[in-house]
């Protein structure tokens, strides 16, 4: 099966994870993408996080995951020489991906403008912290700061007396949907490029992205005069939209928006048809008025009974539900299983390790991937494909220019 974006070459100056997870993604997509690596190499590669338990610690997965595909050639931009070979690059590049400031962009002529004009066919695509725009629109941002904090995710996940703000699930977490989100700029500039002749720039960021993320809750405070969005307190408007403790101490996530249409049978599957014809509980209005009482009926009746007899209850009835699982269960998860959403790649030597597919499928197949690429490991071969014979390539290895 051939790959959507086979035959686009994108060449890729960033660091760090939102943009390289940008260009892993469309490397998966079947984009060739050069990675330009000054000659210390993306600082990314120095922040490796040791293993959570006896396994393996020589893989980088923050590394792996979002520079999956991708070949690397260092070049040092400072240096007029680097610069020429980027030129070179560039000649025969789709698109121009970056996350560095503007400020850098400028010094080292591969802003927008200086580009674009060298280069009408290129389409250049940046990510930011803020935007573009505005007093901010040349600062830096990571989406610890930006995304999360900045963005408004943080505020709306934390109850009014914490002590601090909740904290982001785990790495990168606002950069790897930002990235997906400049994936598809780029996919739709693309499209954009084929149908008019016409490339341009695209760019995304970390606030929008988490503005995006949430635009119901902000559309609502805006029009309504809010600052923070009210935390839900006391017992849930819909008893069938909730999280339940089970008697082993795991939960259950209840989402039945069709109250009404689901409560009796759940009743009836969970072995209390009495709730469904108590006068206090028999509708949608009864159980809102008498919400304390009903939440804790239900509340109990979860907590009387273990997660795998709730699954075989609930299995029983039609309402939507599903189990809070933990990530080190979704290896075992049926539905991953099946639609490869984590699948194990070569790692050489005989090994393999896993990875998370892109989460698109075409023609029901899930994207392969392969491993990250070593410091400047393609920086011969790339040197070769522009042009440059064995007398060049060392002489720009003496310069410093190329690791």
């Given amino acids: 099966m051939a790959k959507p974006l ?8 960033a660091m760090w994870a939102f943009v390289p997870a940008c260009g892993g993604m469309l490397a998966d997509l079947g984009a060739e993408v050069i990675k330009v690596e000054p000659p210390a190499g993306d600082p990314l590669r120095g922040l490796k996080i040791g293993s959570l338990g006896s396994a393996d610690a020589s893989y980088d997965w923050s590394w792996e995951s979002y520079n999956r595909g991708k070949r690397s050639i260092t070049l040092d931009l400072r240096h007029e020489a680097g610069r020429a070979v980027l030129g070179r690059l560039l000649e025969q590049a789709d698109v121009f991906l970056t996350s560095l400031l ?17 280069f009408p066919n290129l389409i250049y695509a940046s990510g930011s912290g803020t935007g573009p725009n505005g007093p901010d629109g040349e600062k830096g941002g990571y989406d610890a700061i930006t995304f999360w904090a900045r963005g408004g995710i943080a505020s709306s996940l934390t109850e009014n007396d914490a002590p601090a703000p909740v904290g982001p699930p785990g790495p990168a977490f606002g950069d790897t949907l930002s990235g997906a989100m400049l994936a598809g700029a780029i996919a739709a500039a693309i499209a954009r490029r084929a149908m008019t002749g016409e490339a341009g720039e695209v760019d995304v960021s970390l606030l929008g992205t988490a503005m995006w993320s949430q635009q119901r809750l902000i559309c609502q405070a805006t029009a309504d005069g809010v600052q923070r969005f009210p935390r839900p307190s006391g017992p849930p408007h819909n ?7 089970t008697a082993d101490h795991r939960f259950v ?4 928006l069709q109250a009404d249409r689901y409560w009796a049978r759940f009743c ?9 014809t108590d ?7 009864a159980r809102r008025a008498n919400g304390a009482e009903c939440h804790a009926e239900v509340t109990a009746l979860f907590a009387s009974r273990s997660l795998a007899e709730w699954k075989q209850i609930l299995s029983r009835q039609d309402g939507q539900w599903d189990v809070v699982q933990d990530v080190g269960e979704l290896q075992d998860d049926p539905q991953v299983q ?6 194990r790649i070569d790692a050489g030597d005989g090994e393999t390790i896993p990875m998370v597919a892109s989460p698109m499928l075409f023609e029901g197949k899930a994207l392969a991937s392969t491993r990250a690429p070593e410091l400047g490991a393609d920086s011969d071969a790339v ?10 390539v060392i002489d720009l290895k003496v310069q410093g220019v190329v690791f």
């Fill in 279 to 285: 006068p206090r509980f028999a509708n949608d209005a």
């Fill in 239 to 245: 008893v069938l939209v909730a999280n339940y403790r």
């Fill in 338 to 343: 099946a639609n490869q959403y984590l699948r």
């Fill in 383 to 392: 040197l070769a494909e522009l042009g440059y014979d064995e007398d060049a």
């Fill in 268 to 276: 009836e599957a969970a072995g209390r048809p009495d709730l469904a």
């Fill in 253 to 256: 996530a209840l989402c039945m």
């Fill in 102 to 118: 503007p400020p850098a962009r400028r010094s080292m002529g591969i802003d927008a403008a200086t580009l674009r004009a060298r």
């Fill in 6 to 13: 086979e035959g686009i070459r994108i060449v890729e100056v």
